[in-house]
């Protein structure tokens, strides 16, 4: 009688794949980081937002910082999606002739309990 090869080499290499306990690990591995993201994603989009805003802001060549602090809280009042900056907390300076805005925030992000992931946004405009 004629013996198999592939099971002569599967004795011998034993079974392979993934345990139960393996699986556990990964699927909470990827449920925590996709926590995570959804967690971080409107943050990240009140960055670009307010990014966005300085960018356009700064290309007007408002004459006066308070015309540019009322330009941003302006659209600020428009774009629901900034709440972390105010035209108060912006830095207005000249660089060459062109005006520059600056920003920096914090965000606090709850993750569990007294656990919190802190982000820290700063940006300028061109």
């Known amino acids: 009688m004629k013996r198999n090869p592939m099971a002569k080499h599967s004795l011998r290499h034993g ?3 993934i345990t139960l306990f393996g699986l556990m690990f990964w699927a909470f591995l990827v449920a925590f980081f996709a926590y995570l993201l959804v967690r971080t ?5 009140e960055y670009v937002t307010v990014q966005r805003l300085v960018e356009k802001i700064a290309a007007s060549q408002p004459s006066t910082v308070a015309e540019a602090r009322a330009a941003f809280d302006k659209q ?3 774009e ?3 709440a972390s900056l105010t035209g108060k907390d912006l830095l207005i300076t000249k ?3 062109r005006v520059v805005i600056s920003y920096a925030y914090d965000k606090e992000i709850p993750i569990y309990g007294s656990v919190y992931l802190l982000i820290k946004y700063e940006g300028r405009s061109k």
């Open 76 to 78: 600020r009042d428009v």
């Open 41 to 45: 994603l409107p943050t990240v989009n």
């Open 95 to 97: 660089e060459n002739d």
């Open 15 to 17: 079974q392979r794949g």
């Open 80 to 82: 629901y999606s900034i």
